[in-house]
């Protein structure tokens, strides 16, 4: 299948600083990329949806000023944690859908953000 | 909006044997029904999708049915082995709308 890749995998950081995700599709141009957090031993719950040129489309709840999406290339999207907090820390996920396929939908290895 | 179902939580089977997963979703509109597979840390990896001109779809030891009248569709892995263990989700979604998740099954295949 279609190859995404997501960096960092594990990202340590002080409460108040901010982290940056990148999430690329390697093998395709991506239009639309999703973002996710999980909790441990719970589903995946989507934050926003990143299209291509435009402003992210994020999901009731969800923070738009403090979970910054950009996707500013077709290979490309990123999320930024701004003034990240102990809370912040969780497992976030991205995901791209690959254009053409009819909506097949394939994920990155995902990062795992511990804030102190 | 959609809801999806998803039973059991947990599954333990012997090696061997086979495991069934099963999911049911709300929205008739919905024609896409993708099942991944995430093993600890990972991120989850497409295993198997159905659409719904289609009722069952087979795949080596994996197969996906879909019952589109009950708005049912399960996961069977026949010949379980160890390393299919870990947290399978379904998933559905029409047109052009994000995909809704089940809430995941723990599946742990013992030697």
């Known amino acids: 299948g279609a190859v995404v890749s997501q960096h960092p995998s594990w990202v340590i950081c002080k409460s108040g600083t901010s982290v940056k995700i990148e999430c690329r599709s390697l093998?395709?141009?991506?239009?639309?990329m999703f973002w996710y957090r999980q909790f441990p031993k719970q589903s995946l719950m989507l934050m926003a949806t990143?299209?291509?040129?435009?402003?992210?489309?994020?999901e009731q709840g969800v923070e738009k000023d403090k979970f910054l999406i950009n996707h500013a290339s077709l290979t490309l999207s990123t999320l930024t944690v701004t003034s990240a907090h102990p809370e912040d820390s969780s497992f976030y996920i991205c995901?791209?859908?690959?254009?053409?396929?009819?909506?097949?939908?394939?994920f990155g290895a995902g990062t795992r953000l511990s804030v102190l | 909006g959609e809801n999806v179902e998803q039973h059991p939580s947990t599954l333990s089977v012997q090696e061997g044997d086979s495991a069934v997963i099963k999911c049911t979703y709300s929205?008739?509109?919905?024609?896409?029904f993708p099942w991944y597979k995430q093993e600890l840390g990972k991120g989850p990896q497409l295993i198997i999708d159905?659409?719904?001109?289609?009722g069952e779809k087979k795949d080596q030891r994996i197969a996906v049915t879909l019952n589109k009248t009950a708005k049912h569709f399960s996961l069977h892995i026949t010949e379980t082995q160890p390393e299919d263990s870990a947290v399978y989700f379904c998933?559905?979604?029409?047109?052009?709308?994000?995909?809704?998740f089940g809430k995941g099954t723990r599946l742990s295949v013992i030697a």
């Open positions: 998933a559905a979604r029409g047109g052009n709308t994000p995909l809704v």
């Open positions: 159905i659409r719904s001109n289609v």
């Open positions: 093998d395709f141009q991506a239009t639309t």
């Open positions: 929205d008739s509109a919905s024609n896409y």
């Open positions: 990143s299209n291509e040129g435009s402003k992210a489309t994020y």
């Open positions: 995901s791209a859908r690959v254009p053409g396929s009819r909506n097949i939908q394939y």
